[in-house]
Nanobody
Framework: QVQLVESGGGLVQPGGSLRLSCAASGSIFGIYGMGWYRQAPGKARELVATITTSGSPQYADSVSGRFTISRDGVKNTVYLQMNSLKPEDTAVYYC???????????WGQGTQVTVSS
């Protein structure tokens, strides 16, 4: 069993910053990568950023240059530093863990990010 616990969401004004954290615990082995999706009301879930255990990050075009993903392999934690936030970044953000083989993706419970003045 794997648990993903997210934190760091909240309300922020446009142009502000937030840092999301996602800590994985339980049967953690064979991790290939971790990352973040988001889902705004009435929209499909979309990939925001991902990072592999080798440290290669990838970003959605909409957040590239503003968001930074990082991970702590010892703590099995992934972070999402979000700068220059825009109202269109408002969504529930979900972290996930992917494995090399034989295991389904695990998801966190989601954390709300609201960008509004």
């Amino acid at each position: 069993q794997v648990q993903l616990v997210e934190s760091g969401g909240g309300l922020v004004q446009p142009g502000g910053s937030l840092r999301l954290s996602c800590a994985a615990s339980g049967s953690i082995f064979g991790i290939y990568g971790m990352g973040w999706y988001r889902q705004a009301p009435g929209k499909a879930r979309e990939l925001v950023a991902t990072i592999t255990t080798s440290g290669s990050p990838q970003y959605a075009d909409s957040v590239s240059g503003r968001f930074t993903i990082s991970r702590d392999g010892v703590k099995n934690t992934v972070y999402l530093q979000m700068n220059s936030l825009k109202p269109e970044d408002t969504a529930v953000y979900y972290c996930y863990v992917d494995y090399y083989v034989g295991r389904a993706r695990n998801w966190g419970q989601g954390t709300q990010v609201t960008v509004s003045s």
